[in-house]
Nanobody, 115 residues
């Protein structure tokens, strides 16, 4: 059973920063893919950033240069550092992982950016 627990969301002013954390039950090195998605009201869930195998990453064009994904293997945790936040970054952010073709999701954490 895979459990993913997000933390670190909140309310921040435009231009500010937040760091999200996703703690997994067990080693994160076993996952084929692990990263962050987000879903804004009335919009589809979209990929933000993810580790896609080894140290390879995929980052959405809309956040490139502002957001950074990182991980601490010893703590079984993946992070999303979000800088220069914009109002359009407001969304529920979900941690996700893929293991042997099965997808797992966290409960989500709300990020609200006020302009």
């Amino acid at each position: 059973q895979v459990q993913l627990v997000e933390s670190g969301g909140g309310l921040v002013q435009a231009g500010g920063s937040l760091r999200l954390s996703c703690a997994a039950s067990g080693s994160i090195l076993r996952f084929d893919v692990m990263g962050w998605y987000r879903q804004a009201p009335g919009k589809q869930r979209e990929l933000v950033a993810a580790f896609t195998g080894g140290d390879s990453t995929k980052i959405a064009a809309s956040v490139k240069g502002r957001f950074t994904i990182s991980r601490d293997n010893a703590k079984n945790t993946v992070y999303l550092q979000m800088n220069s936040l914009k109002s359009e970054d407001t969304a529920v952010y979900y941690c996700a992982a893929v293991l042997s073709y099965e997808s797992y999701w966290g409960q989500g954490t709300q990020v609200t950016v006020s302009s």
